[in-house]
């Protein structure tokens, strides 16, 4: 099973691709639409597991990312984010782990307060489309990213990752609404 059929299994029929034929490591983003739920996009990069990223511990991991957002926000410019996203963490060269939060900088997409990410397991998908085991060694994992408030950010700093994560299921916020309020 290729990567691209992984993705499909789990999420439906690719919709839309985006690349950009200038950049040089050739990471395209895919959008699947009503998924998970009705009026929701997802979307997904495709070509950031082409290298293997070094963990703390000394282990190597592949990572694509996966992001949702209401049908109402513009693909174009959240298919950019991604993309820049995703030439950010291959210049880097480390992984993004649960819980890391990059931000706060710029609003991420144009109208919106969010200028944070923050990255966690894609549990709100099927839990099979967490790991991808046909890739080379090491496998390759779907990294949830979250668009989140410059509190939300400085929620983690103080208080961790876990205390994050419990916050968000005790209030359950919309998080591909990207004008939602912060949690906190």
């Known amino acids: 099973m290729e990567l691209v059929d992984h993705l499909e299994k789990y999420l439906g029929k690719i919709d839309m691709v985006w690349a950009d034929a200038e950049e040089p490591e050739n990471i ?3 959008s699947f639409w009503d998924f998970p739920f009705k009026d929701i996009v997802t979307y997904s ?3 950031l597991s082409k290298i293997a990223f070094p963990m703390p511990d000394g282990r190597y991991i592949r990572q694509e990312l996966v992001f949702s957002a209401y049908r109402n926000f513009n693909s174009e410019q959240i298919a950019s984010f991604l993309s820049t996203f995703a030439q950010y963490l291959f210049s880097a060269d480390k992984a993004l782990l649960q819980g890391d939060f990059i931000g706060p900088e710029a ?10 990410v ?5 549990m709100i998908f099927d839990e ?4 991808y085991y046909g890739s080379e060694p090491p496998p390759t994992v779907f990294v949830w990213i979250i668009p989140i408030h410059e509190e939300e950010a400085n929620y983690i700093r103080g208080n961790g990752w876990d205390k994050f994560e419990d916050l968000l299921e005790k209030k359950n916020p919309e ?10």
């Open 107 to 116: 609003p991420i997409i144009r109208g919106t307060l969010l200028n944070s």
């Open 128 to 131: 099979g489309l967490a790991v």
């Open 45 to 47: 990069t495709l070509g």
């Open 118 to 122: 923050y990255s966690t397991v894609p």
């Open 28 to 30: 395209r983003v895919v």
């Open 175 to 184: 998080l591909w609404d990207l004008t939602r309020v912060s949690v906190i």
